[in-house]
């Protein structure tokens, strides 16, 4: 359904950025943002609490209400607003506005450590600024592409951590720390990926080679998923090079076989392909 009249004229400004006001939008926006998520880590500071409290609550009512606005319009204009609410960014803009609301139901001094707990969702709000990063998005895409070999990777990872996670849990025993197999895997995680917290460490020769080889076998598949992900990148910036940008309206963002430009109609066939913005 097309739109028209004041939710098209709301709809270019607010999802749109191609224009001026469109433009402007997504700077205050963004500024808020930050501002808002600023405040939420001044507002943990225990000192900065008890002397700026009123300020803060006052604050973050302003915030609130702004991104309440926010939401409702973007409802409002949306060209699909089933599509908008139950969106990746629909859901991310209904938690940065939850939380305050949720804090005014749970009012009992019982509840109080739970409205804590629900102040730090608004840290939520800094994932809005994603859909302003063009960058962000070329990630996103490149980590979808990768999902499946990234699934397999970490799946033959999980079933060696059960392996060594067993074996260790045979060879070592309750006696030194492995009281189960599942406590097992957690130590082979972490020896795995190199962290080695040393809460839990082999007391037999037996062990401490089996650890060892755990470690060295943490080394060589570390890099593995950094290697698919930086394949995919390849890829799709290999992909955007070969963009076409529209003569006419000066749109980038088209297929490097397409024909005719998205967004005006207009003839592409004679223009070669161009970066995109």
């Known amino acids: ?36 998520v600023a405040l939420v880590m001044l507002a943990s500071i225990e000192s900065w609490s008890v002397r700026h409290g009123e300020l803060f609550i006052t604050l973050e009512w302003i915030f609130t209400a702004l ?15 089933k599509a908008y609410i139950f969106s990746f960014y629909g859901i991310v803009d209904l938690l940065a506005i939850l939380p305050s609301y949720l804090a005014l139901i749970f009012t009992g001094a019982t509840y109080l450590m739970v409205i804590r707990l629900l102040r730090v969702l608004r840290v939520f709000r800094v994932l809005k600024l994603v859909r302003y990063l063009s960058d962000a998005n070329l990630l996103m895409r490149s980590l979808w592409q990768a999902r499946r070999k990234i699934l397999v990777f970490y799946a033959s990872v999980l079933v060696l951590c059960i392996i060594f996670g067993s074996i260790m849990f045979l060879v070592e025993g309750p006696k030194h720390g492995f009281t189960s197999i599942p406590t097992s895997i957690y130590w082979t995680i972490v020896t795995i990926t190199t962290v080695g917290f040393g809460d839990i460490t082999p007391h037999t020769v037996l062990g401490q080679t089996i650890a060892s080889m755990t470690m060295l076998i943490g080394y060589s598949i570390i890099a593995v998923p950094t290697g698919i992900v930086t394949a995919e990148l390849a890829h799709e910036l290999g992909k955007e090079k070969t963009l076409a940008r529209c003569a006419n309206c000066g749109r980038a963002g088209h297929d490097a076989d397409s024909e005719f430009c998205k967004h005006c109609g207009y003839r592409l066939e004679d223009f070669e392909p161009t970066s995109a913005d």
């Open 1 to 36: 359904m097309a739109l028209t009249g004041t939710r098209k004229l709301l709809n270019e400004v607010i999802f749109g950025t191609d224009t001026p006001a469109g433009k402007n939008f997504d700077v205050i926006l963004i500024w808020t943002i930050l501002l808002s």
């Open 67 to 81: 991104f309440t606005v926010e939401y409702l319009t973007r409802i409002y204009c949306a060209t699909d607003r």
